[in-house]
């Protein structure tokens, strides 16, 4: 914002000062004041004066007027996201209601069927199947409420120790053995541990779950996931890091968008809301979180997240 | 003896059909109402051992019918199925006087637990603990309202899910809560997190009420279930 206005302060001040230099030198009679040209006596001092001050006056009449304009389509354009955002919302909130009736009678049709005498394996087996995809469905429902519920409101605000969260978060990520053979935390110790952030240490440990889930389910079995944590006494940044299949450029921008799935994706099991869900707890928590990647080489993802007051 | 009786109230006529034989093969007579107003008939004229009823209705919803049957001095034990997962809604919902409440899209035997667990502690008649402010077990008291623990007048610092836990397992004194159900009740998103997040609350509990976990006067552990209020609680209006 200053930037782009630089320019237009800068010269309102050259102004000004030339002006005001000027008028200095006219009366300290370094500069010749008056003036003779042709037949008019021009008081130099006096007009170098009033030019500096239009010019300087002019300039900053431009300036104020144009930060205005900009000021005024923030705003509106501010106002228009966060509609945006309330309209999502209610979109999710309404589709999350009208899923759960029907998703309600097809839970108690199944376990009426499933308790019926004299069904045979095939049926059974049929069941079992929707049963499963029953499941996936209501998976999809929850991350659609909590997506539809999440606001600053419902949010804890609490000093959370970083280690302790990514441990708990390793450990319960992906099948458990795979997790913890393959992720290494590396946080940073010296010259003083990572302080304390401040957050919802339930949606923090989310964040960091599904991020090791996609880590490890987007890279072939057996290869190292890592997270590094570090700090710069007033934000902690937490890299995942991996060396999967990684993220095609033209699919970056697309990643946090709800219920997208990538070319790598198809197949691989997700409801597509997981990466909507970070951004949105980590924009919560007044953090951001960027995406590296390079196709077949892999991806770190950086959450940045504000420390807790007390500790910075 | 005569069967345990109860009213399902929903204005989806198929969940009515399929919670009617679900109900009726766990030993249950059920009567079923399609909307509020019926609800309220059925239940001025028959003896009802509990009722289950849908929060969202078209006219009188599940909260208003609630509101009545209490006004009129019904107490018949009431579970209520609700859409909306907002602790502060079902929080709400308990202090106008629901035992329970389950949110749809509910596991089907879940709601037959829930209908035996309620009808084992309410006796017809008495107040649950759902409908009192404060719940109080010896020298701790639990402020509904205000959300505060207090130990002998001293306020306690307990987080707002803490808080939450130690709240819904008062409320269900000396009855096994399993950790998905109170990751339902007090977080309301079971599916997404782990069941390791209560442990967490309730050791937060525990440090703060400096309790002892192998001889707990409160709260304790049940090996790969959940946890139990272990000490009697009455309510406080």
Known sequence: MMRRFAPGILLSLGGFLLGFGVSVLAQQEILPNPVFSASYEVDLAGLAARAGALLGGLTLGVFLVSWGIQRNLEQKKAALNKEQVASQQRFFQRL??????????????????????????????????VSQQVQRLQKLVIDLRLLSELGSSNIERKPVNLRALLDESIALSGPAADASQRITLNVQQMPWPVADVLGDRDLLVLVFRNLLDNALKFSVDGEPVEVR?????????????????????????????????????????GSGLGLKLVQRIVALHNGTIQVRSKPERGSVFTIRLPLAPETT | MSKTRL??????????????????????????????????????REKLDLIVLDMIMPKIDGRNVLRRLRESNNWTPVILLTKVNVPAERILSLQEGADDYLNKPFDPLELVARVQAVLRRTQRGSLPLSSFRYLVSGALTLDRQLRQVQRVGETLNLTSRAIGVLEFLMLNPHEIILREHLLDEVWGWSATLETRAVDIRIAEIRKVLEEDSGQPRYIETVIGSGYRFVADVVGKA
């Open chain 1, 96 to 129: 999350d209601h009208e899923m759960k009736n029907p998703l309600t009678i097809i839970r108690i049709g199944l376990v009426n069927l499933q308790q019926s005498p004299a069904l045979s394996a095939e049926q059974n087996a049929s069941l079992a199947r």
């Open chain 2, 7 to 44: 009213m399902i109230v929903d204005d989806e006529v198929d969940l009515l059909a399929e919670l009617k034989p679900l109900m009726e093969r766990s030993g249950y007579e059920v009567l079923s109402a399609i909307n509020g107003e019926q609800a309220l008939e059925i239940a001025a």
């Open chain 1, 229 to 269: 944590v570090s700090e710069d006494g007033h934000t902690a940044m937490i890299d995942i890091v991996d060396t999967g299949t990684g993220i095609p450029p033209e699919e970056i921008e697309h990643i946090f968008e709800e219920l997208y799935r990538g070319e790598n994706a198809s197949g691989v099991p």
